[in-house]
Structures are given as C-alpha cells and as structure tokens.
C-alpha cells in the first residue's frame, strides 16, 4: 500500500514539473519568434539647419530578417522639402539579418521652418514609420548698403533663333524636285518613239507597206486566226485608199468599193488597169467568206492575197497623181496634230501623277498629324506661331512673379487704379489687347498690412477690370490651383463675350484668373483667348506650369 502511495504521488510531481516545463518552452520561442520578425527602424539627418538651396542628407536604416521584403518611400513624399535624389539601397547582411540603409538628398528654395513629416517603410506588406523632424531653412544675408539695387533693363536685341522654318523649305524643295522630275520624265524628255508611233507618222504609203511587214511577222497564221489575219490584211488597203486615193472604203462593202475604184478610173482620176481591180475583189471576196462563213483559205491563196495587196497598194501609188502643195500640208499637219495630242497626253499624265502624290503625301500627314494641324502648318495660324516660337522666362515686378511667355510682357505705362482693398504699389506687364487672338496681363500688389489685405475682394477687383474692358456675359467658375512647382493659388476661369477689334463683331472667348498671395504681395495673371483655340489652350497651360515665387536674395 505504502509502494502504491508513493507511485502516485510521484507521478504527480512529474506531471507538474512537465507543465512547467512545456511553459516555458511555450514563452521562450515566442519570445524568440517575435524577435525575429519584429525590424529595428532608425531615421536621421545629417543638419537641422541650412541655407536656401543647400541640401541635407535623410538617411533611413532598417534591420530586418533575411527574407523580409522591405519597401522605401518612392517620389516626392517629403514635402515641403524637395527629393533632389534618392541614392541607392545600401545592403549590410549579419548572420540571419540584413541591415538596410536608404540615403535621399533634400533641400528647400524657400526660407521659414518646416517639418520633415513621418516617412513610412513597408517591411512583409507591414507599415513603419520614421520620426519626423524640424528642419531650418535660413536666407543669405546680403549688405545692401554695398550691393546697389538697379531699374528692370530695357529689351536688348538679341539674334532671332532659327526654328524650325528650314524644315519646312526642305520638305517644300523635296516635293518641288519630285513634282518636277515627274514633269521631266512624263513631259519634257524626249523619249523614243514607240514601233506603232513611229508607223503612226509614216505617210500612207509607207505606213501601209510596214504594216504589212508587220502583219507578215504576225502569229495569226501560226495560231490559225484566219479571220483576223484577213480582217487586218483588208483593213490596211482600205485605209491607205481613204486616204491616199480618197476613196471612202472603211465603211463600203466589196463591191461598193470595188463600182467607186472603176468609176474613178473611168474618169481619169486613178489610173490602174482591170486585172488589178479584178484581183483586189478577188481578194475582198475570200476575205468575206473567212470572216463571215468560217471558211479556211489554202496557204498557197493566202500567200497569194499576201502578195496581191501589196501589188494594189504599190500600183495604186504609181496610179495616183503627185501630191499637191495643200496636200503635202495636210500630212505636215496631220503628223503636228499627232505630235500635239502625244504632248497632251503627256502632261494630263504628269498633272494626274503630281496630283496623286500630293494627295498621297497630304493624306499621309493628315492622318499622322490631323486635318487641322496640316492646314494651320501649311496657311499659318496666329497663337501656333505663338506657341512655337522660342519662348522667353523673365521675373515681373516685385515681389517677383516668374513666367515663362511667348512674347516679353511689356510694362503698362499706366499703373492699374488701386481698387484691391488692403494694397499699395501696383505694378502691370502685359501682351496682346483684349479681343485679340491672345491677351496675357500680369500684375504685382504689395499689402500694407497682411490682416488687411482680402484676397476675394482682390479677384473680385480682376473680374471688374475685365468687364471694364468689353466683356460681356461672363461665365465664372472657380476652384484650387496648385502649380508644379508646389505654389497654391486661385483659378477662376470660364466664358466672355467680347467684341472684336478687327471684325467689330461680337466673338465667345474663354478666360483664365490665377491669383496668388507669395512673399508678401498679390501675384496675378489673366489670359483672354478664343475659346475652340486648342493652340491657345496649350499656351495657358505652358504658362501656368511656368509659374514660380523667387525669394529675392
């Protein structure tokens, strides 16, 4: 019994102490587990405190375990600071452990104080974040009393930049010397005259008998084309009669050509003997038996009619009297009227060749490009030309407003009315009038007081110039502005009817207000442009990209 008590009460003991056991293991790899998947994240900068335009060093160092996936801050997240660069991730491993180091260079144009914010590193798809920092952006100081303070500089000559302008004088003599050498080749070069050209100006004897030549080098024969082998055999007599011996025998049957042959030799006027008339019906009539009842001649007829043709148009020729004066012009003119119509032919050929070029070309770029733009590129157009030209960058008034224009704003040489509540100089530049293709108009205010100065009233102020200056019917639409380059302002922008200078007509325009409130004063520009004007659309929006505040230092 005493044994028994004893065995249970140690197997108590064991199961105690095993609990305990299994305990502690429980508590030690958990410990150990979120060791290992917790990361270490440090933050820090080399300065609190720089100049303007100087650049601190942000560096960012995670320790992490080998095969966590680790995510830096990408772009500009660190506003109001500036990322100039971000430098390659640094990798250190130790043991079963990276170390990573992530470096940006920062930096500020603007004097004041600003806070770093809080940057966030995603570690295995998880979020960190770094501490943020105070960081000291100073001015440089400057002596005034050393450095002296100069008027605007008038506008200097400067040399007119090229363009693109050769561009289009190379692609204007690239299609002049296609057009042209299309003209040469279909118009003016003397080509060789083709075989039936060269027939074509024989005189009808001549041509007649080279025709036969022709006939005789034929595969009619050889293919057993009988009847076209006779239609053209009796087709070339008929014409040298017509118009050699003035017989109208194209259009008259066998024996209406052979009753008009005897009656001009019963008269005299052709002198040729029976038997040849006899032959040359002979001849008429086997032709009419192959062409219309499908007979097949023998070879010896068909070299018989062969030879008897050329006896016809060779006796008809002696037969004949000679050509008069007016004759021998006929043939002259006959062989200017071939020559005449042969260049005609040309040169429709060479219109209908230059035309499909430009076409095709036209085509090509109006595809490319669109109907518009060719069309514009081709007759001009103001605001393209505008928007084209080398554009200039230049500081207005003061506190400074940077634009980049078209045109150097020129100064108002009267200074606008002082109708902004809470402001005291006023200064204006501007470009165009209003109405015109393109008006642009900056102006600068300095407040007195900033508690003052109501920045509603001011662009309240704008719209009332406007209407002072034709405009009618405004429509008026207004939203946040945040430029490129980090500066906010007010947009207000919409519709106008106003009446044009040259047309005296009332034309729909579209406008654009951008007013800001930058290092103590009121910056202000207002564009007036047509309103399906996609030149001029593009021309504001270069503009308000442009648009900066320069710290004078």
């Given at each position: 019994?005493?044994?028994?008590?004893?065995?249970?009460?140690?197997?108590?003991?064991?199961?105690?102490?095993?609990?305990?056991?299994?305990?502690?293991?429980?508590?030690?790899?958990?410990?150990?587990?979120?060791?290992q998947?917790?990361?270490?994240?440090?933050?820090?900068?080399?300065?609190?405190?720089?100049?303007?335009?100087?650049?601190?060093?942000?560096?960012?160092?995670?320790?992490?375990?080998?095969?966590?996936?680790?995510?830096?801050?990408?772009?500009?997240?660190?506003?109001?600071?500036?990322?100039?660069?971000?430098?390659?991730?640094?990798?250190?491993?130790?043991?079963?452990?990276?170390?990573?180091?992530?470096?940006?260079?920062?930096?500020?144009?603007?004097?004041?104080?600003?806070?770093?914010?809080?940057?966030q590193?995603?570690?295995?798809?998880?979020?960190?974040?770094?501490?943020?920092?105070?960081?000291?952006?100073?001015?440089v100081?400057?002596?005034?009393?050393?450095?002296?303070?100069?008027?605007?500089?008038?506008?200097?000559?400067?040399?007119?930049?090229?363009?693109?302008?050769?561009?289009?004088?190379?692609?204007?003599?690239l299609?002049?010397?296609l057009?042209?050498?299309?003209?040469?080749?279909?118009?003016?070069?003397?080509?060789?005259?083709?075989?039936?050209?060269?027939?074509?100006?024989l005189?009808?004897?001549?041509?007649?008998?080279?025709?036969?030549k022709?006939?005789?080098?034929?595969?009619?024969?050889?293919?057993?084309?009988?009847?076209?082998y006779y239609?053209?055999?009796?087709?070339?007599?008929?014409?040298?009669l017509?118009?050699?011996?003035?017989?109208?025998?194209?259009?008259?049957?066998?024996?209406?050509?052979?009753?008009?042959?005897?009656?001009?030799?019963?008269?005299?006027?052709?002198?040729?003997?029976?038997?040849?008339?006899?032959?040359?019906?002979?001849?008429?009539?086997?032709?009419?038996?192959?062409?219309?009842?499908?007979?097949?001649?023998?070879?010896s007829?068909?070299?018989?009619?062969?030879?008897?043709?050329?006896?016809?148009?060779?006796?008809?020729?002696?037969?004949?009297?000679?050509?008069?004066?007016?004759?021998?012009?006929?043939?002259?003119?006959?062989?200017?009227?071939?020559?005449?119509?042969?260049?005609?032919?040309?040169?429709?050929?060479?219109?209908?060749?230059?035309?499909?070029?430009?076409?095709?070309?036209?085509?090509?770029?109006?595809?490319?490009?669109?109907?518009?733009?060719?069309?514009?590129?081709?007759?001009?157009?103001?605001?393209?030309?505008?928007?084209?030209?080398?554009?200039?960058?230049?500081?207005?008034?003061?506190?400074?407003?940077?634009?980049?224009?078209?045109?150097?704003?020129?100064?108002?040489?009267k200074?606008?009315?002082?109708?902004?509540?809470?402001?005291?100089?006023?200064?204006a530049?501007?470009?165009?009038?209003?109405?015109?293709?393109?008006?642009?108009?900056?102006?600068?205010?300095?407040?007195?007081?900033?508690?003052?100065?109501?920045?509603?009233?001011?662009?309240?102020?704008?719209?009332?110039?406007?209407?002072?200056?034709?405009?009618?019917?405004?429509?008026?639409?207004?939203?946040?502005?945040?430029?490129?380059?980090?500066?906010e302002?007010?947009?207000?922008?919409?519709?106008?009817?106003?009446?044009?200078?040259?047309?005296?007509?009332?034309?729909?325009?579209?406008?654009?207000?951008?007013?800001?409130?930058?290092?103590?004063?009121?910056?202000?520009?207002?564009?007036?442009?047509?309103?399906?004007?996609?030149?001029?659309?593009?021309?504001?929006?270069?503009?308000?990209?442009?648009?900066?505040?320069?710290?004078?230092?």
């Open positions: 019994m005493i044994d028994c008590y004893k065995n249970k009460e140690f197997k108590k003991s064991v199961l105690a102490n095993a609990g305990n056991w299994m305990l502690l293991l429980f508590v030690g790899c958990l410990q150990f587990s979120f060791a998947t917790t990361p270490t994240i440090k933050s820090s900068v080399d300065s609190t405190e720089i100049k303007i335009g100087e650049q601190i060093n942000f560096k960012v160092e995670v320790e992490a375990d080998s095969t966590a996936q680790v995510i830096f801050p990408e772009g500009q997240t660190f506003m109001p600071l500036e990322v100039v660069e971000a430098f390659p991730t640094d990798t250190f491993a130790k043991n079963d452990k990276i170390n990573l180091i992530k470096r940006y260079a920062l930096t500020q144009f603007d004097s004041g104080s600003y806070t770093l914010p809080r940057q590193i995603m570690v295995n798809n998880k979020p960190y974040f770094t501490d943020s920092l105070r960081i000291e952006v100073n001015t100081a400057v002596d005034t009393t050393k450095q002296k303070m100069y008027d605007i500089k008038g506008l200097a000559t400067v040399d007119k930049p090229m363009g693109n302008w050769w561009k289009w004088l190379l692609g204007g003599l299609l002049a010397a057009v042209g050498g299309l003209l040469y080749w279909f118009v003016f070069r003397k080509k060789p005259l083709t075989e039936e050209e060269k027939i074509a100006l005189p009808p004897y001549d041509r007649a008998l080279a025709e036969l022709k006939l005789d080098e034929s595969k009619y024969l050889i293919q057993s084309e009988y009847k076209e239609s053209e055999l009796t087709n070339i007599v008929r014409s040298y017509e118009e050699d011996a003035h017989i109208s025998a194209l259009e008259s049957t066998t024996d209406e050509l052979i009753l008009k042959m005897e009656m001009l030799r019963d008269s005299g006027s052709l002198k040729i003997d029976d038997e040849t008339i006899k032959q040359f019906k002979n001849v008429l009539q086997t032709a009419d038996l192959v062409k219309f009842a499908k007979s097949t001649p023998e070879n007829i068909i070299n018989r009619d062969r030879k008897t043709i050329e006896q016809i148009v060779v006796k008809t020729k002696e037969a004949l009297p000679e050509p008069t004066e007016e004759e021998l012009m006929e043939q002259e003119e006959y062989v200017e009227e071939f020559k005449r119509k042969k260049k005609q032919r040309q040169i429709k050929y060479a219109i209908a060749a230059g035309i499909t070029v430009l076409l095709v070309v036209g085509g090509i770029f109006t595809y490319k490009y669109g109907f518009n733009t060719i069309k514009d590129s081709v007759f001009g157009h103001p605001t393209k030309s505008l928007l084209e030209q080398e554009w200039v960058g230049s500081s207005y008034g003061y506190p400074a407003i940077y634009l980049e224009t078209p045109e150097v704003l020129r100064r108002e040489k200074a606008p009315s002082n109708a902004m509540t809470g402001t005291s100089s006023n200064q530049f501007s470009y165009g009038d209003m109405g015109s293709n393109f008006y642009i108009r900056a102006s600068v205010a300095t407040y007195k007081k900033e508690a003052d100065f109501d920045a509603k009233k001011a662009i309240d102020a704008a719209l009332d110039q406007v209407e002072k200056a034709g405009a009618k019917n405004m429509v008026v639409k207004q939203e946040k502005l945040t430029t490129p380059t980090g500066k302002g007010n947009k207000v922008f919409g519709t106008l009817e106003i009446e044009s200078p040259e047309t005296n007509k009332t034309k729909e325009e579209a406008y654009v207000i951008l007013s800001f409130v930058q290092n103590g004063g009121f910056q202000q520009v207002i564009m007036v442009y047509e309103q399906d004007d996609n030149y001029a659309k593009e021309i504001v929006e270069r503009v308000t990209n442009s648009i900066d505040f320069k710290t004078e230092s």
